[in-house]
C-alpha cells in the first residue's frame, strides 16, 4: 500500500463515500481501490483518475453516480 507517495499523488482515487464523509469528520485515513491510503484533502475534479481504481472500478461492475467516491489524495484543500 502506498501512504502518501510516488504516482498516487497525480490522480482521484475511488473510495467509499461513508468513507469519505468519515474522514472529513474525524480525520481518520481513507482507502482507495487501488489500495493508496490517505486522509483526503483535494479537490478531486483537478486530477485525472487513478487508472487503477477505474480499471477496478469497472471490473467490479459498478453502475449510478460515477464520480461519487472520487476523491483526490495528498494534502491541503478542501473534503
Keep these: 500500500m502506498s501512504h502518501g507517495d510516488g504516482d498516487h499523488e497525480r490522480y482521484a482515487h475511488y473510495v467509499q463515500k461513508d468513507k469519505i464523509m468519515a474522514s472529513a469528520l ?22 485525472p483518475v487513478c487508472p487503477m481504481c477505474k480499471e477496478i ?3 467490479m461492475g459498478a453502475g449510478g453516480d460515477k464520480d461519487g467516491g472520487k476523491d483526490g489524495g495528498g494534502k491541503g484543500g478542501k473534503k
Design 26 to 47: 474525524d480525520g481518520t485515513p481513507v482507502v482507495a481501490l487501488c489500495g493508496k491510503v490517505w486522509v483526503p484533502g483535494r479537490d478531486p475534479k483537478k486530477y
Design 57 to 59: 472500478y469497472e471490473s
